[in-house]
């Protein structure tokens, strides 16, 4: 996620001072990603050495900046809001690392280990559906069904690798079969 550009977005609204950004960040995501005022100010400060904000000074002591988006900020905004999401190398993904490492790790039932982690994703996914449940309000409503896709790719990919690493298994029991005649 881009703390970056999510900031010009509330910026394009019109003028906010940071601890205002920071509040409506967390309002517009549903509350589940909370954001440290300190990566707002720092992230303000790289946009505003960048020319996609401006700030306009405090008029006294005590008082906070009040930033604005600059027309390069709106250029940078609109661009990566038309940019495609994942259009770059296959993330990291810690369960796909798992399994690819348990694999070779003797005596580690790899079945087992896709249960288990099959059972934690339908945990979650109840979870999830029951605060869909509660009618939540439009941002973490947004969020609840992005999390609730997500999951469903999990488990079918869960479901996926099961299959291959049977057929794996399945294909080199004869080779090991024959080589022990």
Do not use: C
């Not at 720092?42 to 900046?65: C, I, P």
């Not at 280990?113 to 979650?124: D, E, G």
């Amino acid at each position: 996620m881009s703390i970056r550009h999510a900031l010009l977005a509330l910026l394009s609204e019109g003028p906010k001072y940071g601890l205002q950004l920071r509040q409506e960040f967390e309002t517009r995501t549903g509350e589940v990603w909370p954001l440290n005022v300190g990566q707002v100010y720092t992230t303000l400060q790289r946009l505003d050495r960048d020319g996609l904000v401006a700030s306009d000074e405090a008029a006294g002591e005590g008082l906070q900046n009040i930033y604005r988006l600059t027309p390069a900020g709106l250029e940078e905004l609109t661009a990566w809001l038309r940019t495609p999401s994942g259009a770059s190398a296959p993330p990291r993904d810690e369960l796909v690392i798992k399994v690819l490492v348990a694999v070779r790790v003797p005596g580690v039932d790899v079945g087992e280990l896709l249960q288990i982690h099959r059972r934690h994703v339908v945990r979650q996914m109840q979870q999830y559906t029951q605060l869909k449940e509660d009618e939540p309000e439009l941002g973490l409503a947004l969020v609840v069904d992005a999390e609730l896709f997500r999951l469903e790719g999990v488990a079918r990919w869960l479901d996926a690798a099961e299959v291959r690493l049977k057929g794996h298994r399945n294909a080199e029991a004869p080779q090991r079969l024959e080589a022990r005649t």
